[in-house]
């Protein structure tokens, strides 16, 4: 394992706290996620179901978790599957969880093997007086999940063998806990990015006109790795020059020229928990007057959104006052005029030209976390603030973002100590 080992009571913790939204007579089943194959008999690198990752930390395929609160029998109210190892599978893949490491890690007493959950679940189903049944689906409102998942296979399954029982949507509840971050969450989130701002700091010291964008890449992929992170939190943007005004530009595969900008995305997942930052620097080393004067616009409206956010905040409200803020610095850089904004159309206002995107997203175990953006924001949210302009005919593309923990009385910066103001990120990369 790359990263400290992590209390189980976080585990036991949240899944105590799902427990107290439930109806009586209930069951919650989550499953891991697939591993996804490529061609011929290549697989992609594992990625865990985040809900299962909250209730178990658990980073294992075929795993599942079932709770059952009012079962008769109070050893059954908790039970994980595990797959089951052999000497064949340790060979070919290496160690699998043994139960008592399972009891360990999870909290969790009685572990059985992924070959025993029909036997079981049939006597759950039928003999615990069970009622209602919550089963998880990926609601994000910005996903499109074309591949069947393990989840969904499962919900079919389930609701054909077992065709009157009352179903529920897991969902909406684990938008609500996950939402909000415990301790020994933001502990995590914020390794994640004291990791990026290692990286980033090493990269200030490498780019120079002539590097590639890759290269760049490849020094960001060294330093997470050395640090412990599996690697990034989401493909990395790097992204020099007209690159910069392409909003998610992942090719990383041109020349950084002399007298450009370069855009930085990038974020280290540390223990299955994202960072993302974005920074804009000089590839020579030194803004120019245009684009150290579009920089701190970017950065005074960061700054200025930064201080918005408070309990009770309504994301759409705020991205509204953002908005306002980046049009009076749009006006500042003399790309439009105070009379312009007078005769603009009503459902195409001149600012979104230059700032085409959201403000923020919430962030946690998923790059873009879940919860819903029309509830009031809470203390224990952590959000991320990344205003831009774009200014595409004149190659000039910048981004600052940080990461923030919202609490009762304003915010902490989780990325306080990464550099960007333009006079210490020029020191740094000529130091």
């Known amino acids: 394992m790359r990263y ?28 891991a996620n697939d591993i996804m194959p490529t061609n011929s008999d290549g697989t992609m690198r594992f990625k865990q179901n985040s809900d299962l990752f909250y209730f178990t930390g658990v980073d294992q395929e075929e795993t599942i978790l079932v709770l059952c609160p009012d079962f008769p029998d109070k050893r059954y109210r908790e039970i994980l599957f595990l797959r089951e190892t052999s000497e064949l599978i340790s060979i070919w893949e290496g160690h699998k969880l043994t139960k008592e490491e399972a009891r ?9 093997w992924t070959s025993e959950f029909p036997k079981w679940f049939n006597t759950i189903m039928l003999m615990g007086d069970t009622e209602h049944v919550y089963l998880n689906t990926n609601d994000h409102y ?18 054909d063998k077992f065709p009157l029982h009352k179903y529920e949507r897991l969902a909406p509840i684990m938008h609500q806990l996950r939402s909000v971050k415990s301790a ?24 120079k006109p002539g590097v590639m964008e890759y290269e760049i890449e490849a020094e960001y992929a060294h330093e997470f790795l050395r640090l412990g992170s599996r690697g ?13 005004c ?17 855009l930085l ?54 991205h509204k006052e953002v908005q306002k803020i980046t049009e009076s ?19 195409k206002p001149l600012f979104s030209k230059y700032f085409m995107h959201g403000t923020g997203h919430q962030l946690g175990l998923d790059v873009h976390d879940v919860g819903s953006m029309y509830h009031k924001m809470k203390a224990g949210q952590v959000w991320t603030v990344e205003p831009g302009i774009y200014i595409r005919e004149e190659r000039i593309g910048i981004r600052i973002e940080n990461n923030v923990l919202i609490q009762r009385s304003g915010v902490k910066d989780l990325m306080k100590n990464i550099p960007e103001e333009a006079d210490e990120i020029e020191d740094l990369m000529n130091a």
């Open 4 to 31: 400290k080992s992590i209390s189980k009571e976080l585990f036991v913790n949240n899944r105590k706290n799902l427990l107290k939204t439930l109806k009586p007579n209930s069951v919650v089943v989550v499953n």
């Open 104 to 112: 360990n890690l999870t909290g969790i007493e009685t572990i059985l």
């Open 142 to 159: 910005r996903a499109e999940t074309v591949v069947e998942t393990r989840e969904a296979r499962f919900i079919k399954w389930c609701q």
């Open 184 to 207: 020994e969450e933001i502990n995590l989130l914020q390794e994640a990015c004291d990791i990026t701002e290692k990286a980033f700091r090493r990269v200030l010291g490498f780019v």
């Open 232 to 244: 990034f939190a989401y493909t990395p943007i790097i992204a020099s020059g007209a690159n910069a």
């Open 246 to 262: 392409v909003l998610h530009y992942i090719e990383n595969d041109q020349q950084c020229m002399d007298g450009d900008l370069l």
């Open 265 to 318: 995305d990038v974020g280290a997942e540390y223990a299955n928990y994202n960072a993302d930052l974005t920074r804009t620097i000089p590839v020579s080393g030194k803004f120019t007057k245009r684009q150290r004067d579009v920089y701190n616009a970017v950065l005074r409206i960061k700054k200025a959104a930064t201080k918005m956010l408070k309990p009770g905040e309504l994301y759409y409200e705020y």
């Open 329 to 347: 610095e749009l006006i500042g850089l003399k790309l439009f005029d105070k009379k312009d904004v007078k005769n603009q159309p009503k459902d």
